[in-house]
């Protein structure tokens, strides 16, 4: 049983750094696509700016399906989800941590589901901060 638990661990660590490096790159994307600073007043320069929210934040959704779908891959790879859609959708329920119940895992494969939660819980942090960063880089002028 422990040599189970460190193939868990094993893979989950692979598709942890391969989730945070996709996020990394993406953030940096982001940066070098979305230029953040305005430094004009009115609404058009409000709707521009929120143009730029939309589009950034779903450029960070795009980073987030990619990550589920690494997670889904691993899930079907181990032979925990023996269809791809199933793979998908148990790898969004916990990604996400919904966790809806409808499918579980075997019981030899159940630490990778906490760990893939806690993967998501971080990626979608580390959202919420480059989307407030990106609303108040909005706001600065230059000077």
């Given amino acids: ?4 638990i460190f193939l868990q661990l094993g893979y989950a660590g692979g598709v942890i750094a391969a989730t945070f490096l996709l996020h ?5 994307g982001g940066r070098l696509l979305f230029p953040y600073l305005s430094g ?8 521009s700016d929120t143009v730029r929210l939309v589009v950034l934040s779903l450029w960070l959704m795009l980073a ?13 790879h181990v032979g925990m989800n023996p269809t791809v859609e199933e793979a998908l959708y148990f790898a969004f329920t916990t990604y996400t941590t919904l966790g809806f119940g409808d499918i579980v895992p075997p019981q030899d494969w159940r630490i990778l589901t906490g760990i893939s939660s806690a993967n998501g819980l971080l990626l979608f942090g580390l959202s919420a901060a480059v989307l407030v960063d990106a609303t108040d880089r909005l706001r600065l002028k230059p000077q």
């Fill in 24 to 28: 990394g790159v993406m953030i940096l």
């Fill in 40 to 47: 004009r007043e009115g609404v058009t320069a409000l709707l």
């Fill in 64 to 76: 987030h399906v990619v990550s589920v779908g690494f997670w889904a891959w691993l899930y079907h």
């Fill in 1 to 4: 049983m422990s040599q189970q």
